[in-house]
């Protein structure tokens, strides 16, 4: 007489996760979320201003490379991440290529992706690079906002306009513009508002909210640099 078995479980429910795996993963998602935000930024930077059309046809690069790794189990990850990348580089070779004499249609353009991110999302699918671009963009959201909140448009559009021999003098007077106790509390204020946002971030077990907060917390170390470049110009 045959005796009853239970179903044997698929091979991915076989499988036992330790805890230590799960961590790692989602560090390793941290770190390759806040190198893209913050390498690449200054790769960008210098080559959009000289050929901002090779800048602009690298989206290409990131597109295809994007797609072509989702279709390979072993380089899924990547492929997701470079996805939601290719959105955060295509609004920067657009806007630092042609528009960045105009500040008043900055965010418009670093949102160009969102509404491909919301249909991905809506699906339920690539939600890694999804939400690192979400990240990167309200990182950018913010910055912008404290732009607007301490008046350092017209400095923005200076520095924008003259030559980079002249920058200097355009950088100096926004130091002098922020060197106040205001300008400094709200500072403060947003910058606790990126830091608050990366750390609940990182209490979640899901990967794509790591995604998030190294896109968050990565916008604070470029913003610093660029003030510290401007400090020293």
Same mark, same amino acid.
């Given at each position: 007489?045959?005796?009853?078995?239970?179903?044997?479980? !698929?091979?991915?429910?076989?499988?036992?996760?330790?805890?230590?795996?799960?961590?790692?993963?989602?560090?390793?998602?941290?770190?390759?979320?806040?190198?893209?935000?913050?390498?690449?930024?200054?790769?960008?930077?210098?080559?959009?201003?000289?050929?901002?059309?090779?800048?602009?046809?690298?989206?290409?690069?990131?597109?295809?490379?994007?797609?072509?790794?989702?279709?390979?189990?072993?380089? !899924?990850?990547?492929?997701?991440?470079?996805?939601?990348?290719?959105?955060?580089?295509?609004?920067?070779?657009?806007?630092?290529?042609?528009?960045?004499?105009?500040?008043?249609?900055?965010?418009?353009?670093?949102?160009?992706?969102?509404?491909?991110?919301?249909?991905?999302?809506?699906?339920?699918?690539? !939600?890694?690079?999804?939400?690192?671009?979400?990240?990167?963009?309200?990182?950018?959201?913010?910055?912008?906002?404290?732009?607007?909140?301490?008046?350092?448009?017209?400095?923005?559009?200076?520095?924008?306009?003259?030559?980079?021999?002249?920058?200097?003098?355009?950088?100096?007077?926004?130091?002098?513009?922020?060197?106040?106790?205001?300008?400094?509390?709200?500072?403060?204020?947003?910058?606790?508002?990126?830091?608050?946002?990366?750390?609940?971030?990182? !209490?979640?077990?899901?990967?794509?909210?790591?995604?998030?907060?190294?896109?968050?917390?990565?916008?604070?170390?470029?913003?610093?640099?660029?003030?510290?470049?401007?400090?020293?110009?």
């Amino acid at each position: 007489m045959l005796s009853e078995t239970s179903p044997q479980p !698929k091979l991915t429910e076989r499988l036992t996760v330790t805890s230590e795996q799960p961590q790692a993963s989602r560090l390793h998602t941290f770190l390759a979320s806040a190198f893209l935000v913050s390498v690449p930024v200054f790769i960008q930077a210098p080559l959009v201003r000289l050929q901002p059309w090779v800048s602009l046809s690298i989206t290409l690069v990131w597109l295809l490379s994007g797609l072509s790794m989702l279709r390979q189990p072993a380089l !899924k990850f990547w492929g997701d991440l470079a996805l939601g990348f290719t959105w955060t580089w295509l609004a920067g070779s657009l806007y630092w290529g042609w528009l960045r004499q105009n500040p008043y249609v900055h965010l418009p353009v670093e949102a160009i992706g969102l509404p491909i991110v919301i249909i991905f999302l809506s699906q339920n699918r690539l !939600k890694i690079g999804s939400y690192f671009y979400i990240g990167s963009l309200l990182g950018t959201v913010i910055t912008d906002l404290y732009f607007y909140w301490v008046d350092l448009i017209p400095y923005w559009q200076q520095v924008m306009q003259v030559e980079p021999s002249a920058a200097g003098d355009v950088l100096q007077a926004a130091l002098r513009q922020i060197s106040n106790p205001i300008a400094a509390a709200r500072a403060l204020l947003l910058l606790t508002v990126l830091v608050v946002l990366g750390i609940m971030s990182i !209490k979640s077990t899901q990967v794509y909210w790591w995604a998030f907060s190294g896109a968050i917390v990565s916008t604070i170390l470029v913003d610093a640099l660029f003030l510290v470049a401007a400090m020293v110009a």
